[in-house]
């Protein structure tokens, strides 16, 4: 992996973990269509090289919503102590967040390595983010019949597994974790603000821990070949995904899904025909 | 309520340890995936704390319903 790639591969991972594009399928894509041969996605040296740049995605996560953390950790301690619920936002907030981070948690953990071997090539991740793309105007669509546009702090903990088990779907290359459990959070009677904030501090301990787990591998004989690129990958990887979520923040105060609905759609459907016709392998 | 989050704690506690021990290997490539195992011990016992952290819940009765 040159030095170029590494960087590349970094601002894709940055931003398309954020950018409800599916960071998974554009991973698997992108190198397909540059026709990055030299790239060994299951060797040690690469494997160690994703880890670090999950791991700069989630700090870029924390520190964003550093102070937002912070009083959900400390409202929940409160609250375990107290051994009772209360009415208080960050708890309320909290509970939610732990509710609906199991579902992701479970299913991650039992079929990760299954599903990935099975849809890792850019043909299913092409579909799947078409599918990506029609799951966002699905969502748009039942949008518009869900009445109550709500807090987070509002919605039940059934509707917190329900957009855990949306962001579990992100398991299948091509579909976005953000996409998936913002369009659940909108079914939900949030509204786009609220369902990307929700789905951002959900995705938040979800990377962290897969990262957590998987720094093992940075010990792996070949890992250190990668030193300087992991390093810097990881650095330019977080840099990209601050901007990223400080940037759909905004972007989702007045604004839905339907131009990354567009982009998944078209991309997909375009490296799909692609890799049916070899191009892309 | 508090028993049944009592005992899903034990269980999950002991699941984890038998995950990572080999004794059990479902959803996982059995034997050689060691640092798999880790990761189901790991995911069993956070489990297992929510199972407890539910238990305390119900030792106290609820401030709102």
Same mark, same amino acid.
């Given at each position: ?13 940055? $931003? ?31 494997? #160690? ?13 924390? =520190? ?20 009772? =619920? ?6 309320? $907030? ?71 088990? #949306? ?34 501090? =959900?995705?938040?301990?979800?990377? =962290?821990? #897969? ?67 070899? $191009?892309?392998? | ?65």
């Amino acid at each position: 992996m040159t030095f170029t790639q590494a960087l590349l591969l970094a601002l894709l991972q940055g $931003v398309s973990e954020l950018f409800p594009v599916s960071s998974l399928g554009h991973t698997i894509l992108v190198p397909a269509v540059l026709h990055w041969t030299n790239i060994d996605r299951s060797a040690p040296s690469f494997l #160690a090289f994703v880890v670090v740049l999950h791991l700069g995605t989630a700090v870029a996560l924390v =520190l964003f919503y550093r102070r937002e953390w912070a009083a959900i950790v400390r409202a929940l301690v409160v609250s375990v102590v107290r051994g009772r =619920l209360s009415d208080d936002p960050e708890e309320c $907030v909290g509970w939610r967040l732990v509710v609906g981070t199991i579902p992701v948690g479970i299913l991650g953990v039992a079929l990760e390595h299954p599903v990935r071997q099975l849809f890792g090539s850019p043909a299913p991740a092409a579909a799947f983010l078409a599918i990506n793309g029609l799951v966002m105007f699905l969502g748009e669509y039942l949008r518009r019949r869900v009445k109550r546009e709500r807090p987070i702090e509002s919605i039940t903990y059934g509707q917190s597994v329900f957009v855990g088990f #949306a962001q579990a779907l992100a398991l299948l290359p091509g579909i976005s974790r953000s996409g998936a459990s913002m369009v659940a959070g909108l079914l939900s009677g949030l509204d786009h603000e609220n369902a990307a904030r929700f789905s951002f501090l =959900l995705a938040t301990p979800v990377i =962290l821990a #897969a990262a957590l787990l998987e720094i093992p591998k940075l010990f792996a004989a070949d890992a250190h070949v990668v030193l300087v690129q992991a390093i810097v990958g990881g650095i330019a990887a977080g840099i990209a995904a601050y901007f990223s979520v400080a940037f759909l923040t905004r972007y989702f105060r007045s604004n839905d899904l339907r131009p990354f609905g567009w982009y998944c759609l078209i991309v997909g459907i375009i490296c799909f025909v692609l890799s049916r016709m070899g $191009v892309i392998s | 309520m508090k028993p049944i989050a009592l005992i899903l704690a034990l269980v999950f506690f002991v699941l984890g340890i038998l995950y990572w021990m080999g004794t059990i290997n479902f959803f996982t490539k059995s034997g050689a995936a060691h640092e798999h195992h880790t990761t189901h011990l790991i995911a069993c016992w956070a489990l297992a704390l929510l199972c407890l952290i539910w238990a305390r819940f119900q030792s106290n009765a609820p401030a709102r319903r």
